[in-house]
């Protein structure tokens, strides 16, 4: 299957698996400790340190490892989270129409006229800000995106004959779900999978960025931002790191993304 | 003889594929057709889906649709190459010199806009006419065509007239410009019957009036017949016969062509009632939210093995009977017997073998079948379901009904998509026969098939009530159908049944009004048989 794969998915395909690698692996990558100062403060780069130092004098490259560890598990967390609770309350709310539908939909309206970031700020300003705390709040805001999305789709769904003629077999409401509806939402779920991944990356690292994400020592790419920000008036390029990392990150998993969409809606199996 | 209006000369046009797991390619669809259209003639292309009827009329406007390509061969329009021309003189050629009739009006009419507005728009925008001389003809064209009000009806918008009026509008459209040719595609296939009578009969008309030349595209030989000169047979974008179309109808040559003359050659022997299986009484049905019946006091009765025939036209609440007996739509009076039980008036309070016993086969094969479950899976669960087979006894099982159905194990693992339209109602059927039934639904299950597979599929069903013992309840609009395989037959119009009783007693005279128009309005394979029938019937279509 990968000789049809075009180029511009395969780049895609395979920056996200070096990130997704190195985040994995990242205490046997790193060639340094994550908080653990080894030189002077924003030491240009060099053979010792490849991406320069920080702005108290650790090694960049192995807080950006380790940023980088900390960022992807928070942001696949959250999606998971997301997709889980947002797809399984979609599906359901198209099935059974009605009152269900309406308590669950309008619910999800009244959450999403609150501004994300603002909802965000205001939950974590009041709680303890831990990892398992960000993606709990993260994975909830964007399960109403979720939702909304599987509950369009899987309504266009319930109405085909198929599910019918299940319906007319005696099918209980798990079949039809499972079997009959969400193997067909499944395509346009996953390929917004990946957007929604990329959303909660900007998103933890905004959070961090404004101090209520991951707290210091620990390290994360939006948190790295805001600890060199000051270096940038000086010249330091320090800052700019993550943020390129940021910017790779989303663009090669928006490739891939976009590769999947494009195989799944078109009528042509995304090969034209 | 004068040079030829068109003329075509060894067209060979290609279409990009994207098979599954392989390279796009292309595949030739169309290889070298000639013919020749004389100014004022009728050309009709016939053929089954696929045959590259609509590419080679679309080629006549030098226009190929998505992935198509013409490569080769000359289409010469009014002593001109068209397509060595750029796109500039394309422009000028379409909707002006040659027009285009679409199968669909109500899918090719812009929702957002006026019907007057659309209908003079390529006259205005060629410089044909001006806007209000353009107007002027638009309404001396609606008269022709026989549409109510022509002063007014072009300031309705699309959705505010019948599908049998905006297909009329859509000539009107083609007309306007007084272009030298027309090509009509299919503009018949989407309506009932009885309309269709009436639009054939005005766009016959129109093309005699304004002696325009057309190539009129059709699967149905019957229909062509009508209003060709020339008719060209084809299959897989060969020409297969091409000749005056008395010769084609009376002494066709080939045996393709004979297959279509004689298509519907089924001979089913009339069964006598016996005690019902179903009988529903009295049912008077509404949708919800509604305010006015569907159904009213409708009472049927089929006999256990033998096949009632529900017959009319769209609206006539033929699908609705089907919904409330299936419990999908609970009547709001009335009741059903069924196997000697009185069926719940609701579906999800019916029992495993009420549900069993009573299946259903759907019009569209390929939506009534789940895109991700093999053939196996679709089969299979039937039997899983209320029989609880397993394993190698359900594997079995699932050859035994892939035989019936007369496809071999091969297609157990493959996927509706890669199917053909006759195979996946046959995959349908088997799903159907899975659960033993003793009476299956059949709601249009041939019509959206072409007329040798539909044959085919009418066959089987036979063949299998024969050995099954299984009743049908056969919903259609086809009288060629009805006449084919019903034991008995319900005339519907309206949400009444009109006319009800054995084949033989319902398909001879006298007949009421509504059971005449029907059955006048079968396209019949002779020719004449338009102009016969538009003066003699006694009341139009509810469709006007």
Redesign the interface.
Known sequence: ?F??IPISALIGLFFTGLYFFIAIFAPWIAPYGMAEAVGDVWEPSSAKHWLGTDSIGRDLLSRMIYGGRTTIFIATAATILSFTLGSCLGLLAAVMGGWVDQAISRFVDLIMSIPTLIFALVVLSVMPVTIPVLILVMGLLDSTRVYRLSRAVAVDINV???V??A?????GRGWIIF??IL??ALSPLVAEMGLRFIFAVLFVSTLSFLGLGVQPPGADWGGIVKENKDGIVYGIPAALVPAFAIATLAISVNLVADWILNRTTSL??G?? | MSDPLLKVCGLKIDATVYPPDAKPHQIKIVHGVDFELQKGKVLGLIGESGAGKSTIGLSALGYGRGGVELTGGEVWVNGRDILQGGIADLRKLRGAEVTYVAQSAAASFNPAKKIMDQVVEASVSQGKFSRSDAEAKARLLFAKLGLPDPDNIGSRYPHQVSGGQLQRCMTALALCPEPDLVVFDEPTTALDVTTQIDVLAAIKEAIRDTGVAALYISHDLAVVAQVSDDIMVLKMGEMVEYGPVDQIINTPQEEYTKALVSVRSINNEEKTPTAPILSAKNITARYKGTKFDVLHDVSIDISPGQTLAVVGESGSGKSTLARVITGLLPPKDGSTDFAGRTLSPDQPSRTKEDLRELQMIYQMADVAMNPRQTVGTIIGRPLEFYFGLKGAEKHKRINELLDEIEMGDGFIDRYPAELSGGQKQRVCIARALAAKPKLIICDEVTSALDPLVADGILKLLLNLQKREDVAYLFITHDLATVRAIADSIAVMYQGKVVRYGAKSEVLSPPFDDYTDLLLSSVPEMNLGWLENVIATRKMESAGN
């Open positions: 299957m000789k049809n085909m004959d198929y019918e003629a319906t007319l077999r005696g099918e079997r009959e193997p067909n042509k199996g090969r034209g």
